[in-house]
T-cell receptor
């Protein structure tokens, strides 16, 4: 099993450009998440999904959109990138286990720089 | 609003020393997790504590969940350079499917 994979690993954008980050998991997990990690701020939840075809806003959703068309994939889109979106982005997935969904498995991250 | 406060944020110690990292909140969590993250990688789960007062040991690491399920601590005995990394605590709220992360503690263990 590959676990959780993310593409790309690195990306540099100019302000106003758009891009999509792809997350894939092969563990048949119901829940998937997108986080951003900035120095001194831990991980902040951007959007998440509780199953195929569903999405919900997290703590910092502005400027991002997501889609979960297939259970194994969760896409994060930036329509018009801004320098404030420079960050490391992590995808995670979680199984539905006896009513608990707190065990999350993380991908390796995407380092995004917006100039 | 940061609901989970970790302290200290940075810790630099010599090999063989002991240390404790704290994770505090005013909120009650259904469970609390500790993750370790190495540079260029995603966080990896170390342990989950569920019951108030629970203590779990993982080799030289001891994790404790507060009686009221609002706080937790991570104690490392005889730290080694391999323990270097970012330690994150994360609290789960019942049936939300979401975790709330602390800011993290960067640990450097010098040989």
């Amino acid at each position: 099993n590959a676990g959780v994979t993310q593409t790309p690993k690195f990306r540099v954008l100019k302000t106003g450009q758009s891009m999509t980050l792809l997350c894939a998991q092969d563990m048949n997990h119901e829940y998937m998440y997108w986080y951003r990690q900035d120095p001194g701020m831990g991980l902040r939840l951007i959007h998440y999904s509780v199953g195929e075809g569903t999405t919900a806003k997290g703590e910092v959703p502005d400027g991002y959109n997501v889609s979960r068309l297939k259970k194994q994939n969760f896409l994060l889109g930036l329509e018009s990138a801004a320098p404030s979106q420079t960050s490391v982005y992590f995808c995670a997935s979680s199984p539905w286990d006896r009513g608990r969904t707190d065990t999350q498995y993380f991908g390796p991250g995407t380092r995004l720089t917006v100039l | 609003t940061q609901l989970l406060e970790q302290s200290p944020q940075f810790l630099s110690i010599q090999e063989g020393e002991n240390l404790t990292v704290y994770c505090n909140s005013s909120s009650v969590f259904s469970s609390l997790q500790w993750y370790r993250q190495e540079p260029g990688e995603g966080p990896v789960l170390l342990v989950t504590v569920v019951t108030g007062g629970e203590v779990k040991k993982l080799k030289r690491l001891t994790f404790q969940f507060g009686d009221a399920r609002k706080d937790s601590s991570l104690h490392i005995t005889a730290a080694q350079p391999g323990d270097t990394g970012l330690y994150l605590c994360a609290g789960a709220k019942s049936n939300t499917g979401k975790l709330i992360f602390g800011q993290g503690t960067t640990l450097q263990v010098k040989p």
